[in-house]
């Protein structure tokens, strides 16, 4: 249907009703008027819930209706009537919302952090922290520092280098091992990163160079600091020929080493070398040896 611009004026209609004695009957049927001003337009971005603003609609800003999504942008303007305070909202898990009471825990503390820059915070049993004097973790490099007397847990892994000042004492100590199947000749690296103890199976198959290091990618020298010092063990059978490591090495460089006994190595037994490697200069190092063969 068109528009019909124009404008629509209804005449009164007088009418005269005469008695007599024939009865009139008068019916007035319901008249139906529909009247559109123009087509109804939304309001507001695409989805958007639209309202009824003072007899024109508008959208309601970021809260929309998509794809059976209601979204409501900013949470903090959310009113929803009902409830008491600290209750929540529910679901019966059938579609139905309601209110149920909820639980209060009162902060008794003023949560402001403690002591200086970088030091670990702790609870006083109150709500409020307290910190101490050198217990700090330096976010930027990493570094966590416990004064004291430190107690660690059961089955607590740790990846990474330990510093500790002070004496340590501990109950036990295991360390790694690294098994080789092949018999030692020529240069047999010994990754002082990845293990403790290397364990030959095999005979010895020639005297060998024993090149300690940190691992394939990373030196000894970078690993310790001067005036440290590092132990380990190796260990290899000989059959009838008594073969042994006859050059020690310290990331690829030649260390004359300082034998505890005659160096060499026993025929047909278990050779077990112990290595105490002292760094007492940038790339300078001094290796103890201590020998025994046995049957």
């Not at 008027?33 to 603003?53: P, R």
């Not at 794809?67 to 009902?82: A, E, P, Q, Y």
């Not at 690294?178 to 095999?202: H, M, R, Y």
């Not at 042994?244 to 037994?269: C, E, F, H, M, R």
Request: hydrophobic letters at 40%; glycine letters at 12%; one cysteine or more.
């Amino acid at each position: 249907m068109a528009e019909i611009n124009a404008n629509i004026v209804v005449e009164p209609i007088n009418l005269s009703v005469v008695e007599d004695t024939t009865n009139l009957g008068v019916t007035v049927e319901p008249t139906s008027l529909n009247l559109y001003t123009t087509v109804a337009v939304a309001a507001g971005a695409v989805g958007e819930i639209q309202y009824n603003d003072n007899g024109r609609i508008a959208g309601v800003p970021i809260t929309t209706f998509d794809g059976n999504n209601l979204t409501l942008g900013d949470v903090s303007n959310v009113k929803i009537g009902g409830g008491t305070n600290t209750y929540f909202l529910q679901t019966d898990g059938a579609g139905t919302i309601g209110w149920a009471p909820g639980t209060v825990t009162a902060n008794t503390g003023n949560g402001i952090a403690n002591g200086a820059v970088n030091q670990i915070q702790m609870t006083d049993g109150t709500g409020n922290f307290i910190s101490g004097p050198g217990f700090t973790f330096d976010n930027s490099s990493n570094v966590l520092n416990v004064p004291g007397n430190v107690y660690v847990a059961d089955s607590v892994g740790i990846v990474g280098n330990i510093s500790i000042t002070g004496t340590t004492s501990i109950q036990q100590a295991k360390e790694k091992i690294v098994v080789e199947v092949s018999g030692a000749n020529g240069t047999v690296n010994f990754d002082l990163l990845d293990s403790a103890i290397v364990l030959n199976i095999a005979n010895a198959i020639d005297n060998f160079t024993l090149n300690f290091r940190g691992n394939s990618n990373v030196a000894l020298d970078s690993v310790m600091s001067n005036n440290e010092s590092m132990t380990c063990s190796f260990i290899h059978p000989n059959g009838n020929t008594p073969y042994y490591a006859n050059v020690i090495q310290v990331d690829g460089n030649v260390v004359t080493p300082k034998w505890n006994n005659i160096p060499g190595g026993s025929s047909l037994s278990d050779n077990f070398y112990t290595f105490n490697i002292i760094k007492t200069a940038p790339a300078v190092f001094s290796v103890y040896v201590t020998n025994q063969g046995y049957e």
